[in-house]
């Protein structure tokens, strides 16, 4: 979370992945009028500060985010500050559920996968959680040409994967070292190794499968005493 709000206050409505038509704006947006259909990225941003000018305004001190720092998507209406940064256009084709799904899955993967991860056609990319992230992950991956392992607990999930480009599946309820089992795969380790779910285990596991100079991405949120701010 951004330092503009750290700590959700009570009442508060959440729903973090959104899409809709603008109603109104305020007397300072220029770039959007009522009926516009829009969507908005999972962290918003002041467009302003030195991170959001380099293109991480996921880091900016301004940040904010509808469904935690700010009330979201669940309400009727929702509003949206510093609207001419962050409000997206979008085209008719393109329904409202789908593309309420695209500014938090996989905006956050393709960032992981493109951005963070430097993949490279061919390059080994293993993937820990096959939910809403880990699948996107996997689709961007395969777009960009890499060699996918997926791994989960779940083989209804792990079977899904294979439909949308995963190379290899590991269940790592079958497996007690699932580090051994892809490096038995790759031959010398991921080039890339992301933890899509938040867990000690996924991320240690995502760590230690990695070939040298390998890149680790930490997606997931560890929560509780693994919480890493």
């Known amino acids: ?15 973090h992945e959104l899409s809709g038509i603008v109603q109104e704006t305020g007397k300072s947006v220029t770039r ?8 908005v990225p999972f962290v918003s941003r002041c467009g302003t500060c030195p991170e959001c000018i380099s293109g991480n305004h996921q880091i900016s001190d301004h940040q904010f985010q509808p ?13 949206i500050k510093y609207a ?12 409202f559920v789908t593309a309420a799904s695209l500014g938090c899955r996989f905006e956050t993967s393709f960032r992981a996968v493109a951005a963070q991860g430097a993949v490279k056609p061919v390059q080994w990319v293993a993937v820990y959680g096959c939910g809403g992230v880990g699948l996107s992950a996997i ?13 989960d607990i779940n083989e209804k999930a792990l079977d899904l994967t294979k439909s949308i480009g995963a190379n290899f599946t590991i269940n790592a309820k079958e497996y007690t070292d699932v580090v ?13 190794s992301m933890d899509a779910l938040g867990s000690v285990t996924a991320c240690s596991n995502s760590i230690l499968c990695l070939r040298k100079q390998g890149r680790h991405v930490q997606v997931g949120l560890l929560a509780g005493d693994n919480f890493l701010p």
């Not at 750290?6 to 009442?11: A, E, F, Q, S």
């Not at 469904?67 to 509003?79: H, P, T």
């Open 32 to 39: 959007w009028k009522s009926g516009d259909r829009i969507t």
């Open 139 to 151: 689709m961007i991956a395969h777009a960009f040409a890499v060699r996918v392992i997926a791994v």
């Open 1 to 15: 979370m951004g330092n503009d709000s750290d700590i959700t206050n009570l009442p508060h409505v959440p729903g």
């Open 180 to 192: 051994e089992v892809i490096f038995d795969i790759t031959g010398r380790g991921a080039h890339l």
């Open 84 to 95: 001419d940064t962050n409000l997206i256009c979008l085209p008719e084709e393109v329904d």
């Open 67 to 79: 469904g935690f720092s700010n009330w979201g998507s669940f309400a009727q209406y929702v509003s």
